[in-house]
């Protein structure tokens, strides 16, 4: 029987997903979440984890309390970035705990992706449909999250995170570990040409990432070009999870801003321990 790379939890009556490989490790608490097991009303029902999309904020906080307990984090040390659909990477140490946590006007400024060697320091992003990226490097205890929508993974976020690793904890990315989430799946996710424009530039003749589908749309695949970039920063394939569920096909489960537009988050959290 063939494991699956991501395993589904329920713990309280909230579901979420842990990968394998960083589970193994006994190194990290992490989780992916779905949309199930909270108690914000529609259209953000029910386990939101956003604080930036109106949803009722004490519905939010209530919510990542629940989560947090489910994964074993503190919920108001958990480092939030204000994500903007860029490759830029923050180092986030213990004076940085609870940003973001409990109001969004605090959160780090202007970021996609966090990194830290700090114990108990959970980084916490956001998802409906873009790329949820872990990273740990096991040997100097260090770990990233990186958020990669068509715009990160273009610009290569995920690459930028492991090269801040690499320049501050001195990760080699030949050892370290990676767990890509639940995304929308390329069959579902239809772009236009200037979307297939900046993944061509990026990935070149590569029809796994960008392949035109009718005379105006192309269909990206936004965890395979993740998983390429990864590979070529030096991660092992046998050392890269990845995850097959598609956020925009399963409405039970997952938050979706393509299907539904005004939606709740998933989060991906990690913490080290």
Known sequence: MRLPNWYRVETGGVKFYRAWNLQATGLV?????????????????????????????????ANRRAFASAIGVDPKRIVVPKQIHSNLVKLVTESDAGSGALDHSNAIPDADALITNTPNLPLALHFA????????DPEHRAIGVAHAGWRGTASKIVSSAIEAMTREFGSDPGAMLA???????????????????????????????????????????????????????????????????CTCCDR??????RREGLTGRMGGWMSLL
């Not at 449909?129 to 740990?136: G, N, P, S, W």
């Not at 890509?180 to 200037?194: F, H, I, L």
């Not at 796994?208 to 395979?224: D, E, M, N, P, Y």
């Open 129 to 136: 449909d873009c790329v949820c990226i872990f990273l740990l």
């Open 29 to 61: 608490a992490h989780g992916f979440s779905t949309r199930i097991g909270g108690v914000s009303k529609a259209p953000y029902n029910s386990l939101n984890l956003g604080l930036a999309v109106n949803d009722d904020k004490e519905a939010v906080l």
């Open 179 to 245: 767990a890509v989430g639940p995304a929308v799946a390329r069959s579902c996710y239809d772009v236009g040409e200037d979307t297939a424009k900046a993944l061509f530039d990026a990935f070149p003749h590569d029809e796994r990432v960008i392949k035109q589908s009718t005379a105006t749309k192309w269909r990206a695949g936004l965890k395979i070009a993740n998983i390429i970039i990864l590979r070529q920063a030096g991660l092992k394939e046998s050392k890269i999870a990845f995850s097959e569920s």
């Open 252 to 257: 039970d489960e997952f938050f979706s801003y």
